[in-house]
């Protein structure tokens, strides 16, 4: 059930992997039932399935009875359930506990969802599936934005350091692993499009000086670039928020072929001199463009810049919904085509449809990946305090029996040694590619602002600070740069504070009416009636300094993070931010809502 491994054009193996995927998405099914089988039986007789299935037989057992067997008898587990596991092969336990195959590689979430980084385990598999995915999706682009065979790509990606665990693994994020692997080169051989930039300005370890390097040749092949991508949006508006700054000293460095003294990494340094070389047209050319571009608050600075560039591509769901529309800003014409769905657990799905703005895209789930079930979610009343989220949970199903426009969470068993493991998502069947299903991503399932009653996710949080935002901008003319959000239980009544980083002036009156606006918009029942009897307090408003944000990034990348998979937490209890966030803050506003 793997593509075909052809050699040839980029065109014969577009061809050749999509025809992979339309076949097993015709019978994704069965498929599933049979990945399922393929994962038992490579993983039979380790410790934690021998807890749940010892002593069974499945030789010569059904692969359907075989799956109804496995999920009745395995229980549904969460991350803290396999922990204990993963910590003894970190340790060097070398009995199979969770998986046969080998495991020398442990990758690292990226923590910025609950503050703390998880060990996953990385296996050939996961380079191989990553691959597959990359070149699965790059072959659905191709169809809607033919680009050059030989061209370039734009790519601000990012390694962070690896380290050893205490039983001598190598340990680090999935795209650490990825870039450092045969499976990236392999892809660029595939595509026939090569990044800008070499291995040591992708692996550095200074954000910054990788960033400077990437734009540097991004811009000396900027006639060759087809499109810019990044893992995450966030990454993306970073890099150009930082060109508007470093622009000239990029023009001076491909006019004399030199480059800044700000770049001190040895590695660096040798690999881009070894690639540049004086080249004054051009950089006439781009100061030119830049000078004009700053008149215009570098509108369309992507296109002016990389005339040749075709879309643009990252993560641009779930919390980097919030940087589109400056990514817009600096796209201009150009599309943005949002990148694949998955996690450190295990790829999920492609985006087959790249024509579809990021607010409609969708995710074909590739059934060779992992098996996936789906338990079905139902929105509370919102009259109990009791609950964990505004979620009821049913029983989990396969992907045969999901219907569409019914919300889930994703559960995964993998071939890395993950069984029944719930992921945290929440996803909508929107339709089916063939027979399998194509999800919408929701949001998180952990819930993360509440004081008592109250009860509002990320999703909620997005769309109040939407409304504020776009308050702001109709009456100030002023961009919302970043925000994260605090649930304050330390005074009585508790209450919730918004963190907002702005870009321009704007008066007090108009940030008083954005907190209101804010306060009023949470529509959770909870929030309503306990802002109505004073139980919760008036809803906080915290503006910080220019630049606060990247201080919060370079907090999770001194902290082992990297940039590549770096999210800005959209609400905290991490002592460490908050200190920055209250360090920061220079004027702090109070709703007048339900006075």
Known sequence: MEPKNTNGSSRSYEHDIIGWFEDISKKAGQVQTETLRRILELNWGVEYLNKWLGGINIQDMDASALESLYTSLVPLASHADLEPYISRIADGDTVPLLTKQPITLLSLSSGTTDGRQKFVPFTDHSARTTLQIFSLAAAYRSRVYPTREGGRILEFIYSSKQFKTK????????????????????KQEKTKCFTC????????????????????????????????????????VQAFTSFEDVWRDICSDIKHGTLSERINLAKMRKAVLSIISPNPSLASKIEENCKELETQNWLGLITKLWPNSKYVYSIMTGSMQHYLQKLRHYAGSLPLVSADYGSTESWIGANVDPYLPPEDVTFAVIPTFSYYEFMPLYRENHDCGSAIDDFIEDEPVPLSKVKIGQEYEIVLTTFTGLYRCRLGDVVEVAGFHNGTPKLNFICRRKLILTINIDKNTEKDLQLVVEKGSQLLMSKARAELVDFTSHAELETQPGHYIIYWEIKGDVEEEVLGECCKKMDASFVDHGYVVSRRTKSIGPLELCIV?????????????????????????????NHGLLKILSGSTIKRLYSTAYS
């Open 167 to 186: 039983g001598g693994l190598t340990a680090g994020t999935a795209t650490t692993h990825y870039y450092a692997s045969e499976e990236f080169k392999i």
């Open 545 to 573: 300094k220019t630049g606060t944000f990247k201080k919060i990034l370079e907090y999770f990348i001194g902290n082992g993070a990297a940039l590549s998979q770096f999210k800005t937490p959209r609400c905290t209890s």
């Open 197 to 236: 930039s070499p291995q040591e300005v992708i692996s550095g370890g200074d954000y910054k000086q990788s960033t400077y390097c990437h734009l540097l040749l991004g811009l000396f092949f900027c006639d060759q670039v087809e499109f810019i991508t990044s893992t995450f949006a966030y990454s993306i």
